[in-house]
């Protein structure tokens, strides 16, 4: 079996736990040697859509739905990481945090770029959402990406760049997006759905983590994976301290009815016995939340301090060998190149996903054929926007808003998006925001190629009118009008061969550009 070493050319750091001197690497807490060093990760996963619309989850609406506001996990997590200096959080989300971003104040802003620099808040995957790697282009998955990251690079520098990949709950994975991401300088990359006879095989044979070869080409899509443990990347059974779950907290006064540290403490650490049965390093990591968590960051952080505090305690008064830390995945990367070791590799997908038995996430791949073929055709509206904005030299607003397309083209690539398996009036609000998108790239790409033909010493063309309803073979001007220039964009460089349908009521003829006949059948 093929083996490869990971190296990420950091500076190695002291072997102590030590106060955190920047973002990054520099960051992370080291864990202790000779101990089982278990990586609390705190995060919060928050679907661009599902249940409810994008904005519902934002601001918490229709809440008789799903329990879910995206602004009150951002405000009460920013208090929580001020209020101690050892907490960490990860948030993923970008199309979140720059709704939440826009409306802060200068201090908050302050406050929060203090975080990102100190490593406390980290970013990972830094796209505009979580994208399906089944349904979505690759030319989309860019997009979002870049969105997102741009947002992050413009906000906060170096700081705010993601060093791994966060896709836990895509469904199945594959070999393409490692490369992507392995491309885009990631890295390692983090995931929980794999097939479950896989997941079984893995754990038995303590390969959850290997390098992923995403290019066959050459080593430059090769990446760390990691497969988390589970349960998907939620909390281990019973340590669900958040408001949404009803696992019981830590009472730790003995004074007091119900007192239960060493009860939870030993269910704790059962559950890291148990999994770092099925890893290879001293080091594990636990995720320590899940859908929309945190939205009372103060009820997560202060049960998990106890549970640290406790389970740490053992070490003076047992010798207990289990050290919790709060890291990041990132961190929990850091800390595994540190072991120097060697891993097994892949080379192919994790497609088709099971759970169980007779249980294959397969549907998604054809589901909502409609709302597929609209991202589609408002992906190719975008790239040609894209284009010829460039060429023009035209700036959003002066004569239309490539941004709302871009926007509404990263939201449709989330894992409940293009994949359809949100609610039928969460799909409806994708439509729309697409639709809008698109009706405003299309003004832009008029005066796009109006001024591009002014430049070039032709005549200033009439405004156009685009045939957006070709699907359901309707065309105002072409089934109404007498005398026509049609215009047809190739964005790609090379030449196409493709045919042109367009709805008519009467015959035409058709002239090229030279005023040669075109021969066309109807």
């Not at 001197?21 to 080291?30: A, H, L, R, V």
């Not at 119900?258 to 269910?267: C, F, L, Q, S, T």
């Not at 590799?345 to 054809?366: L, V």
């Not at 439509?431 to 005549?459: E, F, M, P, W, Y």
């Amino acid at each position: 079996m093929k083996l490869l070493t990971i190296y990420l050319g950091i500076i190695e750091l002291m072997l102590f736990p030590r106060l955190s001197i920047g973002c990054g690497y520099e960051s992370c807490n080291p864990g202790l040697p000779g101990m089982i060093n278990v990586h609390l990760v705190a995060h919060s996963h928050d679907d661009v859509g599902w249940l409810k619309t994008v904005d519902q989850y934002y601001y918490g609406a229709n809440n008789s739905i799903q329990d879910a506001g995206v602004q009150y996990i951002l405000d009460t997590v920013v208090d929580q990481l001020e209020a101690d200096s050892k907490r960490k959080f990860t948030f993923v989300e970008v199309a979140y945090f720059w709704r939440w971003w826009k409306v802060q104040t200068s201090l908050k802003r302050s406050k929060v770029r203090h975080l990102v620099e100190e490593g406390r808040l980290e970013f990972a995957n830094g796209g505009w959402v979580m994208n399906d790697e089944a349904a979505s282009h690759y030319t989309a998955i860019i997009d979002q990406m870049t969105l997102g990251l741009s947002m992050l690079n413009d906000t906060f520098g170096e700081c705010g760049i993601p060093k791994v990949a966060w896709h836990v709950d895509p469904f199945g994975h594959s070999r393409e997006q490692a490369s992507l991401f392995a491309k885009m300088g990631f890295d390692g990359l983090y995931f929980a759905r794999i097939d479950y006879h896989d997941k079984l095989k893995r754990d038995a044979d303590k390969t959850l983590e290997m390098i992923w070869e995403g290019d066959r080409s050459g080593d430059a899509g090769d990446l760390f994976t990691s497969v988390l443990y589970g349960p998907l990347y939620g909390e281990p059974a019973g340590f669900c301290f958040d408001e949404l779950c009803r696992d019981p907290p830590i009472q730790d006064d003995p004074q007091l009815d119900g007192y239960n540290v060493d009860e939870r403490v030993e269910a704790f650490r059962r559950h890291i016995e148990e999994q770092h049965s099925h890893y290879t390093t001293d080091h594990i990591m636990f995720t320590m939340g899940g859908d929309f968590q945190y939205q009372n960051a103060l009820q997560m952080y202060k049960n998990m301090d106890k549970l640290m505090f406790y389970m740490n305690n053992l070490q003076i008064t047992n010798g207990s060998r289990i050290n919790l830390i709060y890291s990041t995945p990132s961190c929990y990367l850091f800390a595994l190149n540190r072991e120097n070791k060697t891993w097994t590799t892949k080379n192919d997908d994790f497609f088709p996903y099971a759970d169980s038995k007779h249980s294959y996430w397969t549907g998604y791949y054809s589901s909502r054929p409609a709302f597929k073929g609209l991202v589609r055709t408002s992906n190719n509206v975008l790239q040609a926007c894209k284009q010829l904005q460039a060429l023009s030299g035209l700036q959003d607003n002066d004569a239309g808003d490539s941004m709302k397309l871009r926007r509404a083209m990263a939201v449709a690539q989330h894992h409940d998006a293009v994949t359809g398996t949100a609610k039928q009036h969460v799909d409806d609000d994708y439509r729309k925001r697409l639709s809008r998108g698109v009706a405003d790239c299309q003004r832009l790409i008029d005066k796009s190629v109006s001024r591009l033909s002014r430049k070039t010493g032709h005549i200033t063309p009439p405004v156009a009118q685009f045939c957006s309803y070709l699907n359901v073979s309707v065309c105002p001007i072409t089934e109404s009008g007498d005398n026509l220039t049609i215009t047809i964009f190739n964005p790609l460089e090379s030449i196409q061969l493709r045919v042109i349908r367009l709805p008519v009521f009467h015959s035409y003829g058709i002239l090229d550009f030279k005023g040669d006949k075109v021969k066309f059948d109807v």
